[in-house]
């Protein structure tokens, strides 16, 4: 794997030509609403053109051009990882002295250079399967973990918010101080408890929406820095 450091702007930039998609005998609307999306939409085509495997790679790229938390020779455990757009990055700018264990419940191809595992997080031994992996202290932990969604909105928001809090749990054991911790949350933010916590525990806790996290998705991400221990 190359490894460069990426930058985001380049994705928003040419959008070229509209890609018409006609509707097919059998296809649902939604789906062709779907492929017509994702064929016009430029960090798809940044994604494909760089060898990315999901256009997600490039939400993580954005925050970290903002908030500098992958840094070089660090440990980090991905969390959520299939089909591992977020492993790629984390590998590209921590560089070769550092070290990715990723994990995700749905089957998925390793990644070359990461420690890629498939099990359920939330299961009672994923912690210290994790922990096992990584062989110490992780200085960073991402999660894009997100749960089916229901269509109901508040059914929604909590149980991305359970993935958040276990995430945030599991950080709170295996960071090492001065960690930080990403996490994928619904609009309408991180719940006042846990962000109560996370402030007592880390330096800065900010939350972001990347440029490539689509305008119409509720998804945003929780950012904290400077964990203390």
Known sequence: MTKKRGASGDAAGGRGLSVRVKSARGRKSSSTQWLRRQLNDPYVRQAQAAGYRSR??????????????????ARVIDLGAAPGGWTQVALTRIGDK???????????????????????????????????????????????MAAPTTGHNRTDHLRIIGLAETAWAFAEDVLAP????????F??????????????KCAKVTHAKPPASRKGSAEMYVVATGFKG
């Open 178 to 185: 001065g960690g930080a911790f990403v996490c994928k949350v």
């Open 98 to 144: 550092g070290e990715v264990v990723a994990l995700d419940i749905q089957e998925w191809d390793e990644v070359p250079g990461a420690t890629c595992l498939h099990f359920d997080f939330m299961g009672a031994d994923a912690p210290d399967r994790l922990k096992e992996a990584l062989g110490g202290k992780a200085d960073i932990v991402l999660s894009d």
């Open 187 to 200: 609009q309408g933010g991180t719940e006042a408890e846990l962000l109560q916590v996370m402030r007592a």
């Open 56 to 73: 997600a790679a490039f939400k993580l790229i954005e925050l970290d051009d903002r908030f500098e938390f992958l840094k070089k020779g």
